[in-house]
Every structure is written in structure tokens, then in C-alpha cells.
């Protein structure tokens, strides 16, 4: 094959003597055609046969399609130059491959897709705990294993995330595993064996063991829809992935607004002065979907005698999940010592928790009191007495 960046490659079959030359003569490239988008085809293969497989789902992002009765395969108008390409057919395990281009172009990825069950394990029966979650919750996952030989073996168990469109969103291990040690610290390595130790099941020749996972998933703030949940069993020793098995998962639309926080600063002001203040909010967001909502505030004085209010459309998107909102600022006569409330009311149809109050302190004005005493009160000339000077400072209420 002839190729050269910015040209369509030449493939050329020649046969050449066992000794001597062959003359190719002049070998024209045609100057490729620039593209803004990137076509993907390639082949679905048995990774132990070789045999094409047919209806093999291959998808990227949004784009999906299926194999041919020969495997083959065709995406078209991806825009993204960096991507996962994934492939799934019934009876093998899941198969992806990252994608990193310069610049769009045609391009060829064949995928070898192997056999679930081929190294005798078998994954059934993956459960979720229930069909559905909502936001940021954490999804229960199990799954039975089956050992179908007649030798122990040992395997660790992953899990992937995939959504609709066969895009991994998460690869984690089922069990509680910490990082590779990048020491070469004894006691660190001893560590990671036991976990790894902790974390690996052990079968029986013909066990089948039901496993509840240590590490759920966390929905996070992930659209509503559907995704799927597999579970991979890998051997122990040489981390390959000898089965899997699937679940469907469905994330619903959720509006949560947990916690409203009120704030003001300064949180201390004096008495008969003029304070400059800040009145702020701070509000957790937990929702999947964008929020409408309607934040209403209001400080008061001492004698609960209003000093401001207002009030602040929201328009909240699940990625701002902490809102740092100012309310208003303002300069305040303060006339009056004690604690002056911002309360908080939020309208909203999403489920919320009870805001939160805050309070600007005043205290009160303090007047210095001097008392003293002399004792003895009388001294004798030329006697040698000790005397003793008591002054008192008390602080009194100013007002």
C-alpha cells in the first residue's frame, strides 16, 4: 500500500521474481477531498473464528448502526475528533476502541468481538435493585457466577456503563480497589495484594454464587433514559475478560433542590453605624433536568420591622450543581442592637428542603464604668503603712 497524508492510499498487488526487479512505472496519488465530517467502516469478527457477525450494533454517539451479513459495517457525519466507537451483538462480550483524529477523514476499524462463556464462566441474572433511579443515587448491582469447569478458578469482576447509544460512561471494579502502588514501598505493595486478595472470588469446579457488589454506581446528574449495566467477570491472573452479562437500567427525570442557605456579609455590624451588607444565597442543586424556580427574600430588624426584600428568577441547569447567588447589596442604617434575620422562600415544582436563615449581629453599645478604692483611707505621717489602690472597669449597656 501507497499512502501519503492528503492523498487516497494505493493498493497494489505485484509479483515480483525471486531474483531480479520489477518496474512499477509512475505511480499517480490523487489529492484527497477535504471532509468535515468522519466515515467509519470496517468489519464485526469472531475474535476465535474469524466469522463475520451479523447484526452487530455499532455505535458513536449518537450515530448507530448494524453489520451486514458479512459483517460489515458503515457510520457516517461524525463530527467529534475524539470518540469511543463501540460494538455489542447477542452471545459476545462488549467491544470498544478509542478514536483520536487530527482532523475528519475516512477511516477503517474492524472489531474482533469475543465469545461470552468461551472461557467456561458464565454471568446471569444482573440485577439493579430496582428498574429505576433518579438522580444522584447509588445503583445497587449483583450478579450470579457460574463456573462451568472442572478446576477452580478465580475471577474479578468489573462493571461498565453504557448508555442508549453504546457510549461507556464508567469501567470500575466491583469490589473496593486502590490505585496501583507507583512505590516501590514493601508495605504498599502488601496492602494492594490484600484488597486485590479481598476483592477476587473464588469458585468451585460447577459453583454457581450469587454476588452482591461492594461498589454501586452513582447516577450522578446523567440524563433520564436508558442505560445498560454489564457486568464482566475477568480472570484473576491474567485480567481477561472470560464473560458478561447485562441489565437494563433507567434513569427518570429529576428536580431536587436539597438545601437554601442564606448569607450575609458582614456577619457583625455596630450600632448607630452605616453598614455596608451583602445579601447572598447558597443553593445545592441535585437534578438531572433544568429547574425553574422563584427565590423571594426578606431581612428584618430586631422588632421584625422589614428593612429590604426582593425577589430573583432562576433558571438552574443540572451542571450548576452549587449556585453561589447574590440577592442584593445595600448600605443600612443600623438603629437597633440584636439580630436581624434573612429569611428565604424559593417557589419551585421541584422537591426542596427547609431553607436555611441567616442573621446580622448588633450589640449593643457598651459604656465603661470606673470605681476605686483606697485602702486605709488615712495615712500618719513618718508611719510605714501599706496601701492598696482596687479599680474597678465595668462594662454597661449603652442604651
Known sequence: MLSRPGYDSVLLSVVVPATGRAALGDILLTASEPVSTTRITGRITDADSGAAIEGAQVSVFGSSTTSDSNGFYQLDGITSLEFVIGANATGYVFGSAP??????RAL?????????????????QVT???????????????ATLTNLTVRERRLLLYVLITDNNNQILDRFPGADLPALPDTDNAEAWEHYKQHL????EVLAPNESRHVELAMGWNSGRQAPGQYRVTIQALDADTSQVLAEAAA????????ALPSLTAEIT????????????????LLRNASNVPVDASLSWTLADPDNQILSSGRQDL???????????????????ISRSGNYPLT???????????PEAAQLFVPPTVRLQVEQDLTPQQLIPGAERRSQVRILIKGVDGE
Open 99 to 104: 478514536v483520536s483524529l487530527s482532523q475528519p
Open 108 to 124: 477503517t476499524m474492524d472489531i474482533a468481538l469475543m465469545p461470552a462463556n468461551a472461557g467456561g464462566i458464565q454471568v446471569s
Open 128 to 142: 439493579t435493585g430496582q428498574p429505576a433511579y433518579g438522580a444522584y443515587q447509588r445503583v445497587a448491582l449483583s
Open 197 to 200: 486478595s479481598d476483592a477476587t
Open 248 to 255: 437494563p437500567l433507567l434513569i427518570e427525570p429529576t428536580q
Open 266 to 281: 458582614p456577619a457583625f455590624a455596630l450600632l448607630d453605624s452605616n453598614a455596608d451588607l451583602t445579601l447572598g444565597a
Open 315 to 333: 433558571q438552574i441547569t443540572p451542571e450548576q450543581t452549587n449556585l453561589q447567588l447574590t440577592l442584593e447589596n445595600l448600605q443600612q442604617q
Open 344 to 354: 428565604l422562600t424559593l417557589d419551585t415544582a421541584a422537591t426542596q428542603g427547609t
